[in-house]
């Protein structure tokens, strides 16, 4: 038995909740036999995966469920073994090729000849070509994406790509325009709400309307992590009466005590506390961006109002400056060190005009 | 063979006693003061005891004296001689030693020292080159030779000899100066001597006199026999490293208590190496190390781990003691490969045979620069791991009558190993340290090597003054080679040796590898007083620090470790930092070092790498301080990346349970994989959804909402491959552990969070056996649908369970097929099942099942699927089935 968020997971475009001018669009699309290369982007748990299995669903009809998991190994030119796992079904393949790490090209490059070159063999098929989707496109490095840029062309008779991708940002321009590019926004708190009854109606049971807004208050338009945050608040008090806790992720925890840490204290003991409570978030294996980005929204949801952009401002530079780097400790302590500098000079001047 | 009377030094010796005990690895036991001395070779009465070593030496010094003024009257006697005829005459002790020399036609020929280590005396400053080889005194006048402190210490140059410049006149007025220099002819004094004593002046020496020159002489005689015959070559071609390496064990200088550790922990091998024949006296100092449960007698530690910094004379030490001792050295450096094949090799076989080809003695084996060795990781099959290995085999057994020698049994080590090693922490000693008996040469203090080095000036004819020397040492930090292949360098383009000189000399020479703890100490604290004198520096200087503290940095060549350090070191100094200014500097400096070093590595920019010095640079102007908290090894970036390194495998295990999960039901948990989801949703989500508040009550009694949680519970379990697994806690309580241990996962500093109850033993006890239970009964559902074939059946479950969906059906507790049979089990079960276990369950339906089969009479093949070893195997009769 699956978790809620597979279980009642919409299998059709016309079970979607929302972003119905999303789904005819799709729909449109799908019957139109012009099928185009696609880049779905949006949030973290807006619905992207579901809208693109759906999409395969009207393309090619039930058939694309008939899943099948395997790994496949890639030999890499400096002889490593690479193992990619790969989902696919008689019409579609899904790969992630971030798993492979810097030989994402590789991947591509093998896997996608691979698929190109054969045509479909079932007369039966709906559609001539196969599709591929390429999960976490964002993080394809640039050898990947150059490498993708001329399959996506040269084989379009056989194939048609799906990328999936938080944000467009980080994708080279040639592959943007070659694709019809569906962004995939939020659910607003209604249809987040609509949509978490629906799930507690065919779970069985009845979701209060406050249970449900707090849960939606936590997740941050994240639809996924309000489903889980739904089953684990009902697996933990089965009848939901009384004052309900929302169970809150604990690194998110952990980081805003960091955060208050680092404004209630500003002095060389306390950073070497904060760097404790970091190298401790590190080792639980959270994104250092992740890190900066919460405590820094922390930071600032309880600081003045003058020095909030100040600390908006370093926390990105600090961010880029971590992506270029490779020892993130280094990069966030650098950073306490500024929002305390920032923080302290702040209140110095306060005082000190107060004296004037 | 030799010695096996076993000198053991111990403290109370002096230095001057060593000389007289060298070894001979002939025949002559190696003999302590109190010890008789055996096979003496002439027939000189009972074996007497030598007198107390003061005495000694200062009877000595007097005979030394009344020989020197014998010669003097030799050497004039000589001169007249050869004066006279002015053609070389040849005195009959000693026809073939003496030689006319170009001298006395004021001619300086080439010279012709032969021997760096006979040194005889006589040497004038003025002229470096001479060749004189006049008889000896001694023998002439037919006085007992006495070989005392020339060759008992190392070169010497006595002040009683060089006061013997001789001066004369001709017949023709002209003054000249003699210079002798005597090539002591082993056969030549061997008469002389015999040829003494035999004229009956055996009464002016006392006998142990007699017996201490006679070994030495054999000593010397021994060891000229040794030494390598680089006296053909250009001695120019000559490292004087090498000229001045010590060869014997009273030559060895600086810390004597050390040399002596290392030979008793040599000497402690005797029993087991010469012979168990001899018995040992009486328990000396040294003998609570011999482990007396070792059948051999050897030493505990069977390895000996030799550390120190590089130049002090380790390895000259080693080979020294060794020969003294009386052993051929192996030795093994990192000019040879070192895996952990070679301990097979070489190693074993040369431990095992106890001896090399063609030769007599022991062998004892030296493993050098053993730091460089592989050894850091856990592989079984690294050089230390074999070493250690090596030590650890059993004497073996007596091999009992009838039994098959085994060829490959392995034998216990019998002779001695020694490491040595410039860097005891390495890493890669991290288990020898344990097995092996440590000692650290420390460096001699500074005025024993200046003394040394002012005789290899002296001897090489250099003119230098104590205070360029003691620069010189100063600067070198007490390596001894790195100061004397200065003073060869400066030798080449000058004769005089100035602190200037010296100066210039040694710009590029100091600070050669250093640890990274120290360069450490060097960029977070100023230059101490004593080191500024050392290197000569004026104030100006001291305070240029960039150029000097990058060369530290570089030198190092560890920057990542010394970035690391400076990050975990600079926020503990207790200076004041009001508005963090100089924090955020370091930290720039750091994110810098650490974007060049990012470069580097992954877009390949080695060119970088002479910057990154620089970058670490600035924490001195920013934190030195004077006095400031000492650098410590900081671990805790290290434990970070262990701990990061376990949880990622805990993510990887639980991705992987998640992947099957996805294979079984049709690829429904891949999305949850994905990198960030899962470490940022899933992992802290699924610990709550799998830790319902269940009551710990027996699976029959339970009320129907909470039997769906349970039931719900277990499917999650069993689908993630989420398992309690029992164990036994240390203090031998039975615990219930979660595996793969996701829960780290909502462990931040060591504690849970509030929100999540820790189930209790019965809870998870409840929950563990019904998740055993459902994967019995998984199991059986694969073997069923094996025989129909694995994707029929797949899709066309998969299929049923969307049309469930589809038609809405209140599917918290949907049954599928085997399911259903499972509750009716649980149900069904017969109450005097009293723990409940699940084989008896499952045994009952693997009953129904079978006959189900006889009913409908089908003809059953039975084939058997890899992969399915939790089967429960009962046994059943054939006709069951038919």
Avoid at chain 2, 232 to 247: A, F, M, N, S, T
Avoid at chain 2, 377 to 387: D, P, V
Avoid at chain 2, 584 to 607: C, I, P, V
């Amino acid at each position: 038995m699956s978790l809620w968020v597979d279980q009642y997971r919409p299998r059709a475009l016309d079970d979607l909740h929302y972003h119905q001018g999303l789904s005819t669009c799709l729909k449109a699309l799908a019957a139109s036999g012009d099928f185009p290369h696609m880049l779905f982007y949006g949030p973290s748990g807006a619905g992207k995966k579901t809208r693109i299995t759906c999409t395969l669903r009207q393309l090619f009809g039930p058939g694309v469920e008939k899943l099948k998991i395997d790994q496949r190994v890639f030999l890499t030119p400096s002889r490593r073994k690479v193992e990619v796992n790969l989902v696919q079904s008689n019409f579609h393949i899904e790969i992630t090729p971030s798993e492979a790490g810097s030989y994402d090209r590789v991947v591509i490059q093998e896997l996608l000849k691979e698929i190109a070159q054969t045509q479909q063999v079932d007369l039966n098929a709906k559609q001539r070509f196969k599709v591929v989707i390429i999960n976490e496109a964002d993080s394809l490095s640039r050898d990947a994406q150059a490498a993708l840029r001329r399959t996506m062309e040269k084989y379009m008779s056989n194939m048609r790509i799906i990328l999936c991708a938080n944000s467009t940002s980080r994708l080279i321009a040639p592959i943007k325009s070659r694709c019809l590019l569906m962004r995939v926004a939020a659910p607003s708190r209604e249809e987040m709400q609509s949509v978490m009854q629906y799930v507690s109606k065919r779970a069985g049971f009845d979701l209060p309307p406050e249970a449900g807004d707090k849960i939606i208050d936590d997740s941050g338009g994240n639809l996924r992590k309000a489903i889980l945050v739904l089953e684990a608040l009902k697996m933990q008090s089965p009848d939901l009466s009384g004052p309900l806790a929302i169970a809150k992720p604990d690194w998110e925890t952990y980081c805003h005590k960091v955060a208050d840490m680092i404004i209630s204290e500003q002095s060389p003991a306390r950073v070497m506390e904060v760097r404790q409570k970091l190298y401790e978030l590190l080792s639980h294996c959270i994104p250092p961006t992740v890190i900066l980005k919460t405590i820094a929204e922390r930071v600032v949801d309880r600081v003045d109002e003058a020095i909030k952009t100040d600390i908006m401002h370093w926390a990105a530079i600090y961010e880029v400056r971590m992506r270029i780097g490779s020892k993130k400790i280094y990069h966030l302590e650098a950073w306490v060190v500024k929002v305390m500098s920032i923080y302290k000079h702040f209140f110095y001047d306060m005082d000190m005009s107060s004296f004037d | 063979m030799v010695s096996a009377t076993s000198f053991v030094p111990n403290g109370l010796l002096s230095f001057s006693n060593v000389a007289n005990i060298l070894p001979d690895e002939n025949e002559a036991p190696v003999a302590g003061p109190s010890s008789p001395r055996t096979p003496a070779p002439t027939t000189f009465g009972p074996p007497v005891e030598a007198s107390l070593p003061a005495t000694k030496s200062s009877a000595e010094r007097a005979l030394q004296e009344l020989v020197d003024d014998i010669d003097v009257l030799k050497d004039m006697e000589s001169f007249l001689d050869v004066g006279g005829t002015n053609a070389s005459t040849s005195l009959p002790l000693e026809p073939p030693m003496f030689k006319s020399n170009g001298l006395l036609s004021s001619i300086n020929s080439k010279n012709s020292l032969s021997d760096p280590f006979i040194w005889t005396g006589l040497l004038s400053d003025s002229l470096s080159s001479q060749d004189d080889d006049l008889p000896q005194v001694s023998e002439a006048f037919s006085i007992p030779h006495a070989v005392s402190k020339s060759t008992a210490s190392f070169p010497s140059f006595d002040q009683s000899t060089s006061k013997f410049n001789l001066k004369a006149r001709t017949f023709d007025g002209r003054t000249i100066f003699i210079r002798r220099k005597h090539k002591p002819s082993p056969d030549t004094r061997k008469t002389a001597s015999l040829s003494t004593r035999g004229m009956g002046n055996l009464l002016d020496v006392p006998i142990h006199r007699l017996l201490d020159d006679i070994s030495r002489e054999q000593a010397m005689e021994l060891s000229q026999r040794q030494r390598p015959s680089h006296t053909k070559h250009d001695v120019g071609h000559i490292l004087w490293v090498d000229r001045y390496r010590p060869q014997r064990f009273t030559d060895l200088m600086g810390n004597e208590r050390v040399a002596r550790e290392i030979l008793s922990w040599v000497k402690q091998w005797d029993w087991c190496v010469f012979g168990k024949s001899k018995e040992r006296k009486r328990p000396r100092n040294g003998d609570e190390n011999v482990d007396f449960e070792d059948e051999y007698h050897r030493p505990k530690e069977k390895i000996l781990l030799l550390s120190g910094p590089p130049g002090l004379g380790k390895t000259t030490m080693t080979h020294v003691i060794a020969r003294q001792a009386g052993y051929e050295v192996v030795e093994i450096n990192a000019s040879d490969a070192r895996s952990g094949q070679i301990v097979d090799d070489r190693i074993r076989p040369t431990l095992e045979s106890g001896s090399t080809v063609g030769s007599s003695k022991p062998v004892l084996v030296v493993i050098d620069e053993i730091d460089g060795a592989t050894g850091a990781g856990e592989n079984t099959s690294n050089f230390i791991y074999k070493l250690i290995q090596l030590t650890f085999d059993k004497p073996r057994r007596k091999v009992r009558a009838g039994q098959q020698w085994d060829p490959n049994a392995k034998r216990p080590i019998l002779r001695p190993i020694i490491c040595i090693c410039n860097d005891i922490n390495a890493s890669s000693l991290a288990k020898l340290r344990l097995h092996a008996y440590q000692i650290r040469l420390q460096k001699p203090a500074d005025v024993h090597t200046v003394k040394r080095l002012r005789q290899v000036c002296e001897l090489e004819g250099l003119q230098t003054d104590t205070r360029a020397l003691s620069a010189l040492v100063g600067i070198a930090r007490g390596d001894l080679r790195g100061c004397i292949n200065t003073l060869q360098f400066i030798k080449a383009r000058r004769e005089v040796v100035t602190e200037d000189v010296i100066r210039k000399a040694t710009v590029g020479m100091k600070e050669a590898e250093m640890s990274v703890i120290s360069v450490l100490t060097d960029l977070f604290s100023p230059l101490s007083k004593r080191r500024v004198k050392e290197l000569g520096m004026g104030d100006e200087e001291e305070s240029r620090y960039v150029g000097r503290l990058s060369r530290v940095v570089d030198s190092c060549g560890r920057d990542s470790s010394i970035a690391i350090g400076c990050f975990s070191h600079y926020a503990n100094l207790r200076q004041h930092d009001a508005d963090f200014s100089r924090y955020q500097k370091a930290n720039e400096w750091l994110m810098t070092f650490d974007r060049f070093s990012a470069a580097m590595y992954a877009e390949g920019e080695f060119a970088l790498s002479q910057y990154l010095p620089y970058t670490l640079v600035p924490f001195y102007p920013l934190f030195q301080e004077r006095g400031g908290p000492r650098v410590e090894r900081d671990q805790s970036d290290w434990e970070n990346m262990q701990t990061v390194k376990a949880n990622e495998e805990i993510y990887k295990s639980l991705g992987r349970g998640l992947q099957t999960a996805s294979t079984r039901l049709g690829g429904d948990f891949r999305h949850l994989v994905h990198t960030p989801i899962m470490q940022l949703e899933f992992a802290p989500l699924i610990n709550r959804i799998i830790s319902p508040p269940l009551r710990p009550v027996n699976s029959q009694v339970i009320k129907p909402e909470e039997r769906a949680l349970l039931s719900r519970l277990v499917q999650i379990m069993t689908r993630l491959e989420l398992r309690f697994v029992q164990e036994r806690a240390e203090d031998g309580q039975l615990t219930y552990r979660l595996d793969p241990p996701i829960d780290v996962f909502v462990t931040y500093d060591g504690k849970r969070t509030a929100d999540i109850a820790v189930s209790r033993y019965a809870v998870r006890h409840l929950v563990a056996q019904e998740v055993d239970a459902e994967l019995t009964a998984l199991q059986t559902d694969i073997i069923e649908k094996g025989k129909k074939g694995k994707h029929a059946n797949m899709s066309d479950k998969t299929s049923k369970a969307r049309t469930d969906d589809q038609s809405s059906e209140p599917s918290s507790a949907r049954p599928t097929k085997r399911a259903r049979t499972e509750e009716v089990d649980i149900a069904d079960r017969p109450p005097t099942d009293f723990f409940g276990r699940p084989i008896t369950s499952f045994a009952g339906a693997v009953g129904s099942t079978d006959n189900k089969v006889v009913e409908k009479k089908y003809r059953v093949a039975y084939k058997f699927i890899e992969g399915n070893s939790a089967a429960v195997r009962k046994p059943i009769k054939v006709e069951a089935f038919l």
